[in-house]
């Protein structure tokens, strides 16, 4: 019903840059908060930043003033400008969707993208 994907990701040396873009579909009227997420190996899944639809922000210690979750709510997309790069930022990184209204109602629960590596590595 609502489909994330996620594209940008990549090898990138480190102290470079990357943005990382996510395109819902699936009859959406509105998305109530938008969020990026990493997993790297044998780590739990964290949040990276998010969004909400009235404008709030949230980063995570581990990347606050290195990153910048922007949304465009006319096309459904969520982009995740992330700086100065180190090794340990390499991980899979995820979109997720909460409160999600369609045509057929609102989805409370969170979707989430396939995820896109990326990889920070001379």
């Known amino acids: 019903q609502v489909q994330l994907v996620e594209s940008g990701g990549g090898l990138v040396q480190p102290g470079g840059s990357l943005r990382l873009s996510c395109a819902a579909s699936?009859?959406?009227?509105?998305?109530?908060?938008m969020a990026w997420y990493r997993q790297a190996p044998g780590k739990q899944r964290e949040r990276v930043a998010s969004?909400?639809?009235?404008?709030?922000?949230d980063y995570s210690d581990s990347m606050k003033g290195r990153v910048f979750i922007s949304r465009d709510d006319a096309k459904n997309t969520v982009h995740l400008q992330m700086n100065s790069l180190k090794p340990e930022d390499t991980a899979v990184y995820y979109c997720?969707?909460?409160?999600?209204?369609?045509?057929?109602?609102?989805?409370?629960?969170?979707?989430w993208g396939q995820g896109t590596q990326v990889t920070v590595s001379s």
């Open positions: 699936g009859s959406i009227f509105r998305i109530g908060v």
């Open positions: 969004l909400t639809i009235d404008g709030s922000t």
């Open positions: 997720e969707v909460e409160e999600v209204r369609t045509t057929l109602g609102t989805i409370l629960d969170a979707r």
